[in-house]
């Protein structure tokens, strides 16, 4: 960690997930002097598939050239919900119409264990409480409130707790997080409750573990439906009255753990509102995973939610908030895994212009 360039950053970044971190590493790579700082929510990161497709692969060897091994995996697509007799057809044909594609995924727990090291050897600084709210900053710009009630960012030295001095540009990367922080956003930033079941296949006894879509996950392969659900629910989350919930059928591999199915809620609000009752999400979610194998939606495993940012639209929010000067927003991504790497390099070269104009 350079410690010297972290006191004195021009960059504090809110949000330690994919976007905050991947953004951090890339104004680094610039020479920018960057901290940073961690989120009040859990990273959705952790639950997701983190598939890619053939367009998203060149962004992510270019990450590990850069810093090392990040988790990308080679990996084949294996959909269901094929229209008329093809449904009919055994898992392996199936899979047959995807498999010649070049297609991969990023294993999410491998990523985790890589950042820190990366961030560091790029020379980010790091600092791991809690965010509370954004205040603007008198004579312009804004502060992170940490947890304690004092300013990240205030110090002239970085004080005794090792905060940074300001900084003059400071980005929400901070996911379902970022509208507590910072109130007047976009209507168009809206947030989601995702939940999966986390299954651990060494407790699975042998004619679990040969459930056809099981072997395919375990072959590295990810599963999941011809056409998902979800878009089009966080499309029309506008127009909604009141909740509404879909499923996604499908499995892919995380570390050592499989992940499966993914159920999405949506409310009419912008802000995600309270955690919906797990009990219940988990009951949804296996209803909707017997419509595809009644053997997986028995199967023993542990349910995990986590809220999550979209933007209506599809369009995420990459650039400066309006009336905050210094005040920049990374959030609201579909696909992240896709998208991120690619945008995060775009939005740093706008940061490092936005400070070498000041």
């Known amino acids: 960690m350079n410690q010297q360039q972290g006191l004195n950053p021009s960059f504090v970044v809110v949000g330690a997930g994919l976007a ?6 890339a104004l680094a790579r610039r020479g920018g002097s960057v901290w940073l700082v961690g989120s009040v929510y859990p990273s959705a990161t952790a639950l997701s598939y983190g598939s890619l497709p053939a367009s998203a692969l060149s962004s992510w060897r270019q990450l590990e050239q850069w810093h090392g091994p990040l988790g990308l995996q080679r990996s084949r697509l294996v959909l269901h919900g094929w229209p008329g007799p093809l449904r009919l057809l055994p898992v392996w044909l199936q899979a047959l119409p995807t498999a010649p594609f070049p297609f991969a995924r990023v294993d999410a727990p491998t990523l985790a264990a890589a950042l820190p090291g990366a961030l560091e050897r790029a020379g980010v600084s790091r600092w791991q409480g809690t965010v509370s709210r954004i205040e603007p900053r008198p004579g312009g ?50 947030y989601s409750w995702a939940g999966v079941i986390e299954l651990d296949p060494s407790a699975l006894d042998r004619e679990q573990r040969h459930d056809p879509w099981l072997q395919q996950v375990l072959q590295g392969r990810i599963v999941q439906p011809l056409r998902l659900r979800r878009p089009p629910l966080e499309a029309g989350a506008a127009s909604l009255l009141g909740e509404r919930w879909i499923v996604d059928a499908g499995l892919a591999l995380s570390g050592d753990r499989i992940l499966m199915g993914q159920i999405t809620l949506v409310g009419p609000h912008p802000d995600p509102g309270l955690p919906p009752d797990p009990a219940t999400m988990e009951a949804r979610l296996r209803a909707g995973l017997q419509e595809l194998d009644p053997q997986l939606a028995s199967l023993p495993g542990t349910y995990r939610q986590v809220p999550v940012s979209f933007c209506l639209g599809g369009s995420p929010l990459a650039g400066p908030v309006d009336k905050a000067p210094g005040l920049w927003m990374f959030s609201g991504f579909s696909g992240a895994f896709a998208v991120v790497p690619s945008l995060a390099e775009s939005l740093a070269d706008r940061l490092v212009g936005a400070v070498e104009r000041q």
């Open 20 to 25: 905050g971190s991947l953004l951090a590493l």
């Open 141 to 190: 710009g804004c502060w992170a409130i940490g947890g304690d009630g004092d300013p990240i960012g205030a110090g002239s030295a970085g004080g005794a707790s090792g905060r940074p001095s300001v900084a003059p540009q400071l980005v929400l990367a901070a996911g379902a997080a970022n509208r507590n922080l910072w109130p007047d956003l976009p209507e168009r930033l809206r």
